[in-house]
């Protein structure tokens, strides 16, 4: 099968350039000018051809929790956000803390055939923190990494030895930064906001405690440490500093945490769905997370995807669980940067394919390029729509932009030289 996709802008990390790309099979063969025959034409006027985005961080509630979401529902809002490769956390019912859990997830990705689903192993055993889980065993049955995200790994000894371990398998671990005893059973960041509403807040100084200690182990052991949503300015200043030092530290955003702040709770009247772990910060915090995406210090944008029932979100802001859906609301968040000038089309890229596919060391995604597989979302990035029941693909509707109007998406979105995604059929 030979699909054409002519009259496009492609966008790479480095470059654009409007040219035609030629898929045969699974692969990528030709990127030019020249129109070559095929199957299939798909004219991609106005639109950007990009690399399938990488979202480093989901969560599938697959096994376990599958009335959220599944693999098979979160494969279907992954592709619809135009992201072909997905890894999902470690925090399953039960957690993802053995081989057999791993490949099984795996398997029924491969049986939906929409997505790459690339597991993270828990660090320790039903994430209780003390005991490490056999990385090895984890690795060869196809998880990526290693994350203590839900349930933060509270020592030091054990996270320097998971660092320790990670490095020996060449991989990494990935911190969820929260210093716990600092929660104090808290909702919403501890600020103004929370003052005046009457709720219990985060100071940020726990997240910053976090990262300290997580990159003292990392320049400790020589281990790679990659920090998960990263959401408070001071987090980012000790990151940038350990760059500099040579410490093996990369870190992710989430498009919530650079788009809106805890004044969103006030001017929601406590809707839930603007509750997060990490909690939305203040104007200060998003203003630096934008600077950071702008220099290049952050590596990864990256969506969090935490789908919740509407009964579990639907009850008082502090009873709700944290969490947001937000695989269908990538592309237009982080476009919206792009129109506001705080990063190009190839920062993009960069945040959402290329780095990715770099720090897990996949060598034939992240660009559009021959001899590179076929993972491909073309964009139309002047699209309005609202975000509705009738486009969201998740089982889950806990996003604050649900019934909002959005501009920017994946109209179309192909894995593996296949289309998996058509917008305006509705097809997957």
Known sequence: MKILIKNGLIVNADTKIKANVLIKDDLIVYVGKDIKDADLVIDASSKYIMPGLIDMHVHFRDPGQEYKDDIISGSRAAVAGGVTTCLPMANTTPVNDNASITRAMIQKANSVGLIDLLPIGAITKALKGNELVEMGDMLEAGA?????????????????????????????????????????????????????????????????????????????????????????????????????????????????????????????????????????????????????????????????????????????FDHAPFGIIGLQTLVPLTLRLVDEGVISLEQMVALTSKNPANLLKISNKGEIKEGFLADIAIIDPDIEYIYDKALNKSKSINSPLFNKKLKGMAIMTIKSGRIVWDYYNQKF
Do not use: W
Request: glycine letters at 6%; aromatic letters at 6%.
């Open 144 to 316: 990526v990494a290693f994350s203590d995200d839900g349930l933060p790994v509270s020592s030091s000894s054990v996270m320097r030895a998971a660092l320790e371990y990670s490095a020996g398998f060449g991989s990494f671990c990935i911190s969820h930064s929260e210093d716990c005893s600092l929660c104090r059973q808290g909702v919403m960041h501890e600020g103004k906001v929370s003052a005046i509403l009457g709720l219990k807040g985060m100071a940020r100084e726990k997240e910053e405690i976090s990262v300290s200690r997580d990159m003292l182990l990392a320049k400790l052991t020589g281990g790679h440490v990659h920090i998960a949503h990263v959401s408070s300015e001071y987090s980012l200043k000790i990151i940038d500093m350990a760059k500099r030092d040579g410490i093996k530290i990369t870190c992710e955003v989430t498009p919530h945490h650079f788009t809106f702040s805890d004044d969103e709770i006030l001017a929601n009247a406590y809707d839930t769905n603007y509750k997060m772990s990490p909690p939305l910060r203040e104007i200060s915090d998003v203003k630096a997370i934008r600077k950071a995406l702008s220099s290049g210090l952050i590596d990864v944008i990256a969506t969090d995807h935490a789908p919740h029932h509407n009964d579990e979100k639907c009850v008082e």
